[in-house]
């Protein structure tokens, strides 16, 4: 019994704050402090989703307006993750600032509205062949950013009747088909049309952490698939909502001239859940 309770004692704890928000009802949580580590961020990453079930990524923030910095758990890039730390950097004021992203290798510009909204520009190549690819007999594109893949397919009605399980499995065939696997992460957009309005159902696989959500939210993905529209349309497009499995819209902004895109970003509204220090084993 004496070398049971002696055994405890190698038991600590951390403690770390967390702050849970939500961008377009993607719901979050980003550590302050950033933690180099890999090992060391998917543990406090697999703790923290199974204290908070609905959290769908974990995210490592430095809010230092003058050198912010976000580290996802998984190295990857996020693109709701970063207008959430655009939005803590600036206090919710409206502003600008440059910041540094994982799975991105040069600053990115974020910033907040002046209603509030927070923004962030989105990691793409000016040159379409080298961002998008059209799959072969289908309808269907491959969408390359830094950080991340995005599998766009327009034909959602193969989901009908499928439940959670079966849409993440059928996506995650789709990943290892295309050997998007070997990406930092992999996203498939299932993407419908209805009544001039676009809707994506998004499912997102995180390789390093080994995590697979039909997301609430995605704001990379709504990128990808706001880019396939304006090359499709040979044209730019401004704000276009893009509708979430949340409900809620996020805004994509692509400035696509003479067949080159200069700019993408993301815009939607963010609301922060709470504010906490928990204490965690390791």
């Known amino acids: ?24 009802g993607n719901d979050t949580s980003l550590v302050k402090g950033i933690i180099r580590d890999p090992i060391k961020r998917k543990f406090i990453n697999d703790k923290i989703m199974k204290l908070y ?3 769908e990524q974990v995210g490592f923030v430095n809010l230092d307006p003058e050198n912010p910095e976000l580290l996802m758990a998984g190295g990857e890039f996020c693109a709701n993750a970063i207008v959430c730390n655009a939005f803590l950097t600036l206090g919710g004021k409206p502003g600008k600032i440059l910041i540094k ?16 909204e927070a ?8 040159e379409p062949k080298q961002t998008i ?9 491959l969408v390359k950013m830094d950080g991340i893949i995005h599998y766009v397919t327009f034909s959602d009605m193969v989901l009908k009747n499928m439940n959670q399980n079966q849409i993440k499995q059928r996506a995650m065939n ?29 499912v997102v696989y995180v390789r390093d952490i080994n995590t697979l959500f039909i997301e609430s939210a995605c704001g990379s993905g709504s990128t990808a698939v706001g880019m396939v529209v304006s090359l499709k349309n040979n044209s730019g497009i401004k704000d276009l909502s893009i509708y979430q499995p949340s409900g809620n819209p996020i805004k994509v902004t692509v400035n696509y ?22 204490s965690i084993d390791i």
């Open 53 to 55: 079930p609905n959290i």
């Open 174 to 202: 789709i990943i290892k088909q295309n050997k998007l696997d070997t990406f930092p992460a992999a996203g498939v957009m299932y993407v419908r049309k209805m009544n001039k309005e676009l809707s994506i159902i998004p």
């Open 101 to 116: 992203a994982s799975g991105v290798k040069r600053k990115l510009v974020v910033g907040v509205t002046a209603n509030s």
């Open 119 to 126: 923004f962030a520009e989105m990691p793409v190549n000016s």
């Open 1 to 24: 019994m004496s070398g049971f309770f002696y055994g405890l004692n190698f038991i600590k704890s951390m403690k770390i704050q967390i702050i849970n928000i939500r961008p377009g």
């Open 133 to 141: 690819i059209k799959i072969k007999n289908s309808s269907d594109y």
């Open 257 to 278: 001239k003479k067949g080159k895109f200069s700019y993408t970003q993301i815009q939607n509204p963010i609301k922060v859940l709470n504010d906490i220090n928990i």
